[in-house]
């Protein structure tokens, strides 16, 4: 039988490509040179006869590929020239020879030399229209040259180019996985949804169980806001296999529509069908941490630290968790080792200065954060503005937990030079700032001046409504606030906001009212939980009990997690000396979730107070001290201690402070029976001193 030289060398291609991959790795030793180039004498040029066409042809394809193996194992770039050179000579034997025509694109695509390859390519389906190997070729040059798609007419038509090669795959080998992958992304890319779609499914309907495919659809289903045609689509996958990569997708789906309990059991399931695999763990750790699971998340993430003993974010996850639990000790050395593998990380720094925060250690916080911010600063090029913003944010944020407004000040306002974007949002901590440090009337004025350079900013319009609260002017509040009512669900926070003014102003008959119309705007128990809570605060303020412990009632029964309820209702309770058992349980739910918030943290102290239980409560109402130095009823809370554990110079001492700060407080805050009880007491206290000190009173000796 004749064999042509292009069959010829298919069957040589075929059977160098079949070499086991250790001999393929090394390179085929190449068949023997032709006879003209053995007998030549150096420098003489040997022509093949037409008679060792085939065999010429044979020995410079074997040698190409040789060199191209080669080249592929060791990136030595003399050998891709080789390549190229011997394949361009058995393209000269044997012209027209599809299979070498292949292996010389191949050659140029490898080495970088892509418009060759585009140009080889293309001759291969000028032969043969329907040749697969030089449309994946085609796929994969124009895949690789995508960029930016957003940069410009070249990129997108080389997205282009490369949908209309992956389609001409297809059309030959339907079941070409790869292909059918990439195309359904470019389909998503093109925002084409229902093209990737069609393609997914179709890759479906062959194999059910695809994980590629199922990850794409989902995830495409999930975005357009499908979710549960996603969760549908994976749980019969589910149900068909048990595939931990199924179960995984299946937790992804139901945590991306914000199930997270359901999104919990399917990751258990993976994990379960799949130890060892730390995918499957952080997407455990993930779904616990959303359901305020700390310690489960935790016992996730230190058999992640066995699994990946080299990742620094699983022992920063940790120290986080530590936080959140109140274990600041753990939370130390876990941040420690985060450091030790990852030194240079922002993110790290970022959560060691909240670390000695948490700690009370506002000094060392600011000077981490300063010195991060110097690093950022020094690094060349243009400096990170977002990361930057952070840092400065919460740098500013330390300041004021020092009381250095000054400072934050300084800080915030270098910050609102970073950007336009982040310029709003240092303008609005600024405003914060001078609000904190009791400056409301610089608050307002700084609030003015923004406001008149974006008039039409309904959230500094708000912020300047809440201020004149502040200032217990409700009738300015309210001509700022009434004109954004519009008569939609949107109405619903400004009518919490003119609550909240109205009960500061002591208006609580007109602070009902408001509460009651903002209820009524919410859609299901989420949706009216701040306006039952906020008219629970109304009512108790006038001491219309049985009603605030209605509305509270209502908000925990909704949201058995709600912290401030939580510390209200038991505040309320422990303040009256009523039910103190129930009172401290549920302010302990309030602090396992917050564990360094000095208002949760008194109320707690004063619960033990009440019960008499004094060791506690001097524990309790100290570290709330620390956390907030400037709070003028945690200062009184704790001088009640002092007093009952007979340590008078200590109660007069913090008495004196907490009466600085009432005189320091905010207008809507001032308690002015409050004030007048707290004289009075200071009064008869230092009475007492100075009888105890007096001459005239000391005993004989």
Same mark, same amino acid.
């Given at each position: 039988?004749?064999?042509?030289?292009?069959?010829?060398?298919f069957l040589?291609?075929?059977?160098?490509?079949?070499?086991p991959?250790?001999?393929?790795?090394q390179?085929?030793?190449?068949?023997?040179?032709?006879?003209?180039?053995?007998?030549k004498?150096?420098?003489?040029?040997a022509?093949?006869?037409?008679?060792?066409?085939?065999g010429?042809?044979?020995?410079?394809f074997?040698?190409?590929?040789?060199?191209?193996? &080669?080249?592929?194992?060791?990136g030595r770039?003399?050998? %891709?020239?080789?390549?190229?050179?011997?394949?361009k000579?058995?393209?000269?034997?044997?012209?027209?020879?599809?299979?070498?025509m292949e292996r010389?694109a191949?050659?140029?695509?490898?080495?970088?030399?892509?418009?060759? +390859?585009?140009?080889e390519a293309?001759?291969?389906?000028?032969?043969?229209?329907?040749?697969?190997?030089?449309?994946?070729?085609l796929?994969?040059i124009?895949?690789?040259?995508?960029?930016?798609l957003n940069?410009?007419e070249? &990129?997108?038509?080389?997205?282009?180019?490369a949908?209309?090669?992956?389609q001409?795959?297809?059309?030959?080998?339907?079941?070409?996985?790869n292909?059918?992958?990439?195309?359904?992304?470019?389909?998503?890319?093109?925002n084409?949804?229902?093209?990737?779609?069609?393609?997914?499914?179709?890759?479906?309907?062959?194999?059910?169980?695809?994980?590629p495919?199922?990850?794409q659809?989902?995830?495409?289903?999930i975005?357009?806001?499908?979710?549960?045609?996603?969760?549908?689509?994976?749980?019969e996958?589910?149900?068909?296999?048990?595939?931990?990569?199924v179960?995984?997708?299946?937790?992804?789906?139901?945590?991306?529509?914000?199930?997270?309990?359901?999104?919990?059991?399917?990751?258990?399931?993976?994990?379960?069908?799949d130890?060892d695999?730390p995918?499957h763990?952080?997407?455990?750790?993930?779904?616990?941490?959303?359901?305020?699971k700390?310690?489960?998340?935790?016992?996730?993430? &230190?058999r992640?630290?066995?699994?990946?003993?080299?990742s %620094?974010?699983?022992?920063?996850?940790?120290s986080?968790?530590?936080?959140r639990?109140?274990?600041?000790?753990?939370?130390?050395?876990?941040?420690?080792?985060?450091?030790?593998?990852?030194p240079?990380?922002?993110?790290?720094?970022?959560?060691?200065?909240?670390?000695y925060?948490?700690q009370?250690?506002y000094?060392?916080a600011?000077?981490v954060?300063?010195?991060a911010?110097?690093?950022?600063?020094?690094q060349?090029?243009?400096?990170?503005?977002?990361?930057?913003?952070?840092?400065?944010?919460q740098?500013?944020?330390?300041?004021?937990?020092?009381?250095?407004?000054?400072? %934050?000040?300084?800080?915030?306002?270098e910050?609102?030079?970073?950007?336009?974007?982040?310029?709003k949002?240092?303008?609005?901590?600024?405003?914060?700032?001078?609000?904190?440090?009791?400056?409301i009337?610089?608050?307002?004025a700084e609030?003015?001046?923004?406001?008149?350079?974006?008039?039409?900013?309904?959230?500094?319009t708000?912020?300047?409504?809440?201020l004149?609260?502040?200032k217990?002017d409700?009738?300015?509040?309210?001509?700022?606030l009434?004109?954004?009512?519009?008569?939609?669900?949107?109405d619903?926070?400004?009518?919490?906001?003119?609550?909240?003014?109205?009960?500061?102003?002591?208006?609580?008959?007109d602070?009902?009212?408001s509460?009651?119309k903002?209820?009524?705007?919410?859609?299901? %128990?989420?949706?009216?939980?701040n306006?039952?809570?906020?008219?629970?605060?109304?009512?108790?303020?006038?001491?219309?009990f049985?009603? +605030?412990?209605?509305?509270?009632?209502?908000?925990?029964?909704?949201?058995?997690?709600?912290?401030?309820a939580?510390?209200?209702?038991?505040?309320?309770?422990?303040?009256?000396?009523?039910?103190?058992?129930?009172?401290?349980?549920?302010?302990?739910?309030a602090?396992?979730?917050?564990?360094?918030?000095?208002? /949760?943290?008194?109320?707690?102290?004063?619960?033990?107070?009440?019960?008499?239980?004094?060791?506690?409560?001097?524990?309790?109402?100290?570290?709330?001290v620390?956390?907030?130095?400037?709070?003028?009823?945690?200062?009184?809370?704790?001088?009640?201690v002092?007093l009952?554990?007979?340590?008078?110079?200590?109660?007069?001492?913090?008495?004196?402070?907490?009466?600085?700060?009432?005189?320091?407080s905010l207008?809507?805050? /001032?308690?002015?029976?409050?004030?007048?009880?707290?004289?009075? &007491?200071?009064?008869?206290?230092?009475?007492?001193?100075?009888?105890?000190?007096?001459?005239?009173?000391?005993?004989?000796q």
């Amino acid at each position: 039988m004749k064999t042509s030289p292009s069959t010829a060398i298919f069957l040589l291609c075929f059977a160098v490509a079949s070499l086991p991959a250790a001999a393929r790795a090394q390179g085929a030793a190449p068949a023997s040179p032709p006879a003209q180039e053995k007998d030549k004498s150096p420098g003489q040029s040997a022509k093949p006869s037409d008679s060792s066409d085939h065999g010429d042809a044979f020995y410079y394809f074997t040698l190409g590929h040789t060199d191209e193996l &080669q080249y592929e194992a060791t990136g030595r770039g003399e050998l %891709a020239v080789q390549s190229i050179e011997a394949y361009k000579k058995a393209l000269e034997i044997a012209p027209g020879s599809v299979v070498i025509m292949e292996r010389l694109a191949e050659i140029y695509a490898k080495s970088q030399h892509t418009r060759d +390859a585009v140009l080889e390519a293309e001759d291969v389906l000028k032969i043969n229209p329907d040749d697969v190997a030089a449309h994946r070729l085609l796929a994969r040059i124009y895949v690789r040259n995508l960029g930016d798609l957003n940069a410009g007419e070249v &990129q997108k038509d080389n997205l282009d180019k490369a949908i209309v090669q992956f389609q001409a795959v297809l059309k030959s080998d339907p079941g070409d996985l790869n292909a059918a992958l990439w195309l359904a992304r470019l389909y998503r890319f093109q925002n084409n949804h229902s093209a990737a779609e069609k393609v997914l499914r179709g890759v479906l309907e062959r194999d059910p169980g695809s994980g590629p495919a199922l990850e794409q659809l989902s995830q495409l289903l999930i975005d357009e806001g499908r979710s549960d045609e996603a969760i549908k689509l994976l749980g019969e996958a589910a149900g068909d296999s048990a595939s931990p990569e199924v179960y995984d997708l299946l937790g992804d789906a139901y945590q991306q529509s914000n199930n997270y309990a359901k999104a919990e059991e399917a990751y258990r399931k993976a994990v379960d069908a799949d130890p060892d695999d730390p995918g499957h763990r952080h997407g455990l750790a993930q779904a616990l941490m959303s359901q305020d699971k700390y310690a489960g998340a935790l016992e996730q993430f &230190q058999r992640l630290t066995e699994l990946e003993p080299g990742s %620094a974010e699983n022992y920063l996850r940790m120290s986080q968790l530590y936080r959140r639990l109140g274990k600041l000790d753990e939370a130390e050395s876990s941040l420690l080792r985060a450091k030790q593998l990852a030194p240079g990380s922002l993110e790290v720094l970022y959560d060691e200065a909240l670390l000695y925060e948490d700690q009370g250690r506002y000094d060392d916080a600011v000077k981490v954060l300063a010195d991060a911010i110097a690093g950022v600063r020094s690094q060349s090029g243009e400096a990170n503005s977002n990361a930057l913003g952070i840092l400065y944010e919460q740098l500013g944020r330390a300041h004021r937990e020092r009381q250095d407004f000054d400072s %934050a000040i300084r800080t915030f306002e270098e910050m609102a030079k970073l950007s336009p974007d982040l310029k709003k949002r240092a303008q609005m901590l600024l405003i914060d700032t001078y609000r904190e440090s009791h400056a409301i009337d610089r608050a307002v004025a700084e609030t003015k001046k923004v406001l008149g350079e974006n008039p039409k900013d309904r959230d500094l319009t708000i912020t300047l409504a809440m201020l004149y609260g502040e200032k217990s002017d409700p009738d300015a509040a309210a001509k700022l606030l009434n004109p954004l009512l519009r008569g939609g669900s949107d109405d619903q926070e400004i009518y919490l906001d003119l609550a909240q003014i109205q009960q500061r102003g002591r208006r609580y008959a007109d602070a009902e009212e408001s509460a009651r119309k903002a209820e009524e705007l919410g859609s299901g %128990a989420s949706g009216k939980e701040n306006a039952w809570f906020l008219l629970g605060a109304i009512y108790e303020r006038q001491k219309k009990f049985d009603q +605030a412990e209605q509305q509270f009632r209502k908000v925990i029964d909704a949201n058995p997690s709600n912290a401030q309820a939580l510390n209200y209702y038991g505040y309320m309770l422990a303040d009256r000396g009523v039910r103190l058992d129930e009172a401290t349980a549920l302010i302990q739910r309030a602090v396992a979730q917050e564990p360094n918030n000095g208002a /949760y943290l008194d109320s707690l102290g004063w619960a033990y107070y009440k019960q008499n239980k004094l060791s506690e409560a001097e524990d309790y109402l100290r570290k709330a001290v620390n956390r907030s130095s400037h709070d003028a009823t945690i200062l009184g809370h704790l001088a009640d201690v002092y007093l009952k554990l007979g340590q008078t110079e200590r109660a007069s001492e913090l008495m004196e402070r907490a009466l600085s700060e009432w005189q320091r407080s905010l207008p809507a805050d /001032y308690d002015a029976e409050t004030v007048a009880s707290l004289e009075s &007491q200071l009064k008869n206290l230092k009475r007492r001193l100075a009888q105890k000190s007096s001459p005239e009173t000391a005993k004989p000796q």
